[in-house]
């Protein structure tokens, strides 16, 4: 028998580390030759290792969670032969591991949530912590000073407390196999205890992208924002006829195409929001193409998809479009391309938008805009209260590179044209 090393392999566009994601062995399995043994993530794309031979495990080299360079070594086989590590050497692997790739269409966003809750052991049925009472009543349960005094800290009758010690004492053991024995206890008079119990849950994948992500945007960048309430009556008028009268292969309109195409009108004549800032060269580079992202909840966590070229789309070309590309998000099978290139985003919450939002800038742009809930409101027509739909938008701004002033003529703008919407169709 022998050692089969198998290192971290260059997955390509070069990368020169990656995440480990989940494992999908454990000490002790035997595999095949091809047997997927991890999903590892670069950037925003899940790749899965697969074994170059067969074997047994019996090590790995790090935890969910992990950053690795390539090259490093992650897992060791038992394997028949020499393997590939010579007795007392230093690890070398000799053979290339092939790295499984899905097809363009078929990148993972976010593999399945990792394993990696961690709990404290469960007790055995025999240790689980009573419905009711334990002892009979006017029986004085027996227990420690230290036992009693982190009872009535906790608000536990402890008279509804198995004891195992000695003559049925209770210890600090049964104290814990009552809290995790049930989430939440009732005292005798009907009142709460408090629940002790604590779940440790590891950051990695897309999760740990989002929280790098944003902690670069909030640390690098001085966030300006502008609040604006929009009177969208005209507007929903409008989408609403739209949506009664279009044909069976155009996609219903949500309010999203018409940001879009407001977006475009704005920046049109204040190319210096549609950019990129490299701060660190301390160049922005302005876009004549607005690649719009789009801030998007999946079951996995927060991706962006881009429609690319907006300003080359109309209202219906920008609807097919963000249903085709909300549509791989959620499934998972977005490509790299698809997540990558925006130069603006609109980041909206639907209807369980609030008030107001403070959106945070999707690094390196410099310029995002929020959308809140709508809702109907009375407003002052000069001689009446009359009921309106209205709806605020929240735009955040870098204040490197945007002053106030620009900021606001932007909001405004955006404004005017979903206040009027036909201006949305103008050309020109």
């Not at 990368?15 to 062995?25: F, G, K, L, M, R």
């Amino acid at each position: 028998m022998g050692e089969f090393v198998i290192k971290l392999p260059d997955v390509g566009e070069g990368v020169a580390e990656a995440e480990i994601v989940e494992w999908e062995v454990a000490i002790g399995d035997v595999v095949q030759e091809d047997s997927v043994l991890a999903a590892v993530m670069t950037d925003k794309v899940t790749v899965e290792i697969p074994s170059p031979v067969g074997g047994r495990i019996i090590w790995l080299g790090a935890e969910p969670g992990d950053v690795m360079s390539v090259g490093s070594p992650i897992i060791k086989l038992e394997v028949d032969g020499e393997g590939n590590v010579a007795e007392g050497s230093n690890i070398k692997s000799e053979k290339e591991v092939p790295v499984q790739t899905p097809e363009p269409s078929k990148f993972v966003v976010e593999p399945p949530k990792a394993k990696i809750i961690i709990e404290k052991p469960v007790a055995s049925p025999a240790r689980q912590a009573p419905v009711g009472p334990v002892r009979a009543e006017g029986e004085k349960p027996i227990a420690s000073p230290a036992v009693r005094k982190r009872a009535l800290e906790a608000g536990v009758d402890l008279r509804q407390v198995s004891g195992t010690g000695p003559a049925g004492r209770i210890t600090h053991e049964d104290l814990d196999v009552y809290f995790d024995g049930s989430a939440v206890k009732v005292r005798p008079g009907g009142g709460l205890v408090a629940n002790t119990s604590v779940t440790d849950v590891k950051i990695v994948g897309l999760r740990r992208k989002i929280a790098e992500k944003m902690s670069i945007s909030k640390s690098r960048i001085p966030h300006i924002t502008i609040v604006e309430e929009i009177d969208m009556t005209a507007l929903e008028e409008l989408r609403g006829t739209l949506n009664k009268t279009k044909s069976e292969d155009q996609s219903k309109l949500t309010l999203l195409p018409f940001l879009m195409r407001a977006l475009v009108k704005a920046v049109g004549e204040q190319p210096n929001l549609n950019a990129i800032f490299d701060d660190e060269a301390g160049v922005v580079h302005q876009y004549g193409g607005v690649h719009i992202g789009m801030a998007a909840q999946t079951p996995n966590g927060l991706v962006v998809p881009v429609i690319k070229h907006a300003e080359s789309r109309d209202v219906w070309g920008c609807a097919a479009e963000v249903n085709r590309l909300a549509t791989a998000a959620k499934a998972g099978t977005a490509t790299r391309e698809e997540l990558s290139g925006s130069t603006i985003t609109i980041t909206s919450l639907g209807p369980l938008g609030a008030i107001a939002t403070t959106p945070v800038i999707n690094h390196p742009e410099v310029a995002i805009l929020g959308v809140n809930k709508m809702a109907i409101r009375p407003m002052w027509d000069g001689t009446d209260f009359v009921p309106r739909k209205m709806m605020n938008i929240s735009s955040s701004f870098d204040h490197r590179v945007i002053d106030g002033w620009d900021a606001a003529v932007f909001v405004q703008r955006v404004k005017s044209l979903l206040e009027t919407p036909a201006m949305i169709f103008m050309e020109g």
